[in-house]
């Protein structure tokens, strides 16, 4: 079983920053892609940002430039680096790690970490 640890949301002025970490543990052969999503009040779920093993990185055009993705494979954590935050980023983040498994992969979701930014 894997299971995901979220840190990092919290209550940030519009333009401040925030370090998002998710980490894995339990039993697993390695991760393969890793992302972060979120989900504002009243819509639904959007990929934010994600990240291949190798490094290879896509961004929500709402974030890039603004936002960072890194992942720590030796940890098994993946970062998300926001910043010039903005009230529209305010959302539940949750990340999304697509775990190797015998065949194929599965999927594992973090509890979700709420990130709010005033205005």
């Known amino acids: 079983q894997v299971q995901l640890v979220e840190s990092g949301g919290g209550l940030v002025q519009a333009g401040g920053s925030l370090r998002l970490s998710c980490a894995a543990s339990g039993s697993f052969f390695g991760v393969n892609n890793m992302a972060w999503y979120r989900q504002a009040p009243g819509k639904q779920r959007e990929l934010v940002a994600a990240?291949?093993?190798?490094?290879?990185?896509n961004f929500a055009d709402s974030v890039k430039g603004r936002f960072t993705i890194s992942r720590d494979n030796a940890k098994n954590t993946v970062y998300l680096q926001m910043n010039s935050l903005k009230p529209e980023d305010t959302a539940v983040y949750y990340c999304?790690?697509?775990?190797?498994?015998?065949?194929?992969?599965?999927?594992?979701w973090g509890q979700g970490t709420l990130v709010i930014v005033s205005s």
């Open positions: 990240i291949t093993f190798g490094g290879s990185t």
């Open positions: 999304k790690f697509m775990v190797a498994a015998t065949i194929g992969s599965v999927d594992y």
